[in-house]
């Protein structure tokens, strides 16, 4: 990712003299994976394919760890816009997920 990704909120989130309106996220650090975790593993479904189990309270740290909010801002976030949120934090990892679990052979 080049850009900034961002999220804007349906419902504000107060914090006391802070307002959140919009987040702004920055890429994940290994320190940021080694204090929250990964965000979500993938396993073999039975029909063969890809699943994603998501961590929920990794990803809720990584939100507010990456949107420079507090842990309770993040909590405190709307379903929908939670789902918003994991979805910028899940598209830093798409080419690391693609290049990590290929089922691709190589050509010989």
């Known amino acids: 990712m080049t850009e ?19 987040l702004s996220f920055r890429e994940p650090t290994g320190g940021d994976l080694c204090e929250s975790g990964y965000p979500f593993k993938l396993s073999r479904g ?22 420079s909010v507090p842990l309770s801002a993040a909590k405190a976030l709307g379903v929908l816009d939670w789902n918003d949120c994991m979805d910028t934090v899940a598209g830093f990892f798409a080419e690391a997920e693609d290049a990590t679990y290929s089922t691709d052979t190589p050509a010989s």
């Not at 989130?13 to 919009?22: A, D, E, L």
């Open 4 to 22: 900034t990704p961002t999220v804007t909120l349906r419902k504000p989130i107060v914090q006391g003299p802070q307002r959140f309106t919009v």
């Open 46 to 67: 039975s029909d063969g394919e890809t699943v994603r189990l998501f961590d929920e309270p990794a990803i809720t740290q990584l939100i507010s760890r990456l949107a």
